[in-house]
């Protein structure tokens, strides 16, 4: 995890401190009101493991003043290459996508008949809801979230959960399934601390394996991209987490050659402007960034 110093008018970025180097730092965000970093570290085995275990969350308090950083605690993601965390607006819940990994198991177990059989079983793939404390270390997981999809493509045969979005307001969150081609949209159940599902999950085209997403700031519509097909996709949310599909559009521009092969030209991660006026998606591959 590293601290930088930014200068606003050249836009470098300068590093003065460094902590926690065995943290593969991916995903991050902040608490803006207690001033805590979080951190998931993208991993297929905890140091309290031999091997497996899955990965973990860590947080950082960070002084106003300097910007340096002072580490908090750490605790088990529940999952393996955990691969987002978001916290929730109101600051009280941290939630936290587990991508899974493409391990799996062959166990042989008799079934009702006596009859041998073959069983393959692989990580799961989960959604994790985590308290946060006062002092804004990470408190209990109160509720682990499980997913289940597959898509046609080499890579689909389990659900990869690659982000998780809160929506504005804090009514619900929006999870991308890029191995099940799903959108999950999650609510908070704040007194009984656990995860209801707002609807049943919205089935994106098969194949485009949905992977990033953000929300208009002020308006209800929440955008998604996928990582095998470039696409843009453009959605109307109702208050209570239900999405209906109101446009689908191209993700880069016509003169940009694009095979028509899934999983040739991937897209990154997605943002829309403060104002709400512009949409922002980076392609890899290609090295573009396509403004809409």
Same mark, same amino acid.
């Given at each position: 995890?590293?601290?930088?110093?930014?200068? +606003?008018?050249?836009?470098?970025?300068?590093?003065?401190?460094?902590?926690?180097? &065995?943290?593969?730092?991916?995903?991050?965000?902040?608490?803006? *009101?207690?001033?805590?970093?979080?951190?998931?570290?993208?991993?297929?085995?905890?140091?309290?493991?031999?091997?497996?275990?899955? %990965?973990?969350?860590?947080?950082?308090?960070?002084?106003? &003043?300097?910007?340096?950083? *002072?580490?908090?605690?750490?605790?088990?993601?529940?999952?393996? !290459?955990?691969?987002?965390?978001?916290?929730?607006?109101?600051?009280?819940?941290?939630?936290?996508?587990?991508?899974?990994?493409?391990?799996?198991?062959?166990?042989?177990?008799?079934?009702?008949?006596?009859?041998?059989?073959?069983?393959?079983?692989?990580?799961?793939?989960?959604?994790?809801?985590? &308290?946060?404390?006062?002092?804004?270390?990470? %408190?209990?997981?109160?509720?682990?979230?499980?997913? /289940? %999809?597959?898509?046609?493509? %080499?890579?689909?045969?389990?659900?990869?959960?690659?982000?998780?979005?809160?929506?504005?307001?804090?009514?619900?969150? !929006?999870?991308?399934?890029?191995?099940?081609?799903?959108? /999950? *949209?999650?609510?908070?159940?704040?007194?009984?601390?656990?995860?209801?599902?707002?609807?049943? +999950?919205?089935?994106?085209?098969?194949?485009?394996?949905?992977?990033?997403?953000?929300? /208009? +700031?002020?308006?209800?519509?929440?955008?998604?991209?996928?990582?095998?097909?470039?696409?843009?996709?453009?959605?109307?949310?109702?208050?209570?987490?239900? !999405?209906?599909?109101?446009?689908?559009?191209?993700?880069?521009?016509?003169?940009?050659?694009?095979?028509?092969?899934?999983?040739?030209?991937?897209?990154?991660?997605?943002?829309?402007?403060?104002?709400?006026?512009?949409?922002?998606?980076?392609?890899?591959?290609?090295?573009?960034?396509?403004?809409?």
């Amino acid at each position: 995890v590293c601290a930088c110093n930014y200068d +606003p008018e050249t836009g470098a970025l300068t590093p003065f401190e460094e902590k926690n180097k &065995e943290i593969c730092v991916g995903s991050q965000c902040i608490d803006e *009101t207690r001033k805590v970093l979080y951190v998931v570290d993208e991993k297929l085995t905890d140091p309290d493991f031999r091997v497996g275990g899955g %990965g973990a969350v860590s947080s950082f308090k960070i002084d106003p &003043e300097s910007g340096a950083l *002072t580490f908090l605690n750490r605790v088990p993601s529940y999952g393996v !290459l955990t691969a987002y965390i978001a916290i929730d607006p109101k600051s009280e819940f941290l939630v936290v996508a587990n991508h899974t990994s493409h391990n799996f198991i062959t166990k042989i177990v008799k079934n009702e008949a006596g009859e041998f059989e073959v069983k393959v079983e692989h990580d799961d793939a989960t959604i994790v809801l985590y &308290e946060i404390n006062e002092d804004g270390s990470i %408190g209990k997981a109160c509720d682990v979230y499980c997913c /289940h %999809g597959t898509g046609p493509l %080499g890579q689909q045969t389990l659900s990869h959960l690659h982000s998780v979005y809160f929506a504005p307001l804090g009514d619900f969150c !929006l999870i991308c399934d890029k191995g099940g081609d799903l959108i /999950h *949209t999650l609510r908070i159940d704040r007194e009984n601390k656990k995860f209801v599902a707002c609807d049943e +999950p919205y089935h994106t085209q098969a194949g485009t394996m949905p992977r990033y997403a953000d929300f /208009h +700031p002020t308006k209800p519509f929440v955008y998604t991209n996928n990582e095998a097909e470039p696409f843009l996709y453009a959605f109307k949310y109702t208050p209570d987490g239900k !999405l209906e599909l109101i446009e689908q559009v191209p993700g880069m521009a016509p003169e940009i050659p694009y095979s028509g092969v899934p999983y040739s030209v991937k897209q990154s991660d997605m943002r829309i402007s403060s104002d709400g006026k512009f949409l922002y998606s980076l392609v890899r591959d290609v090295g573009v960034i396509s403004v809409y």
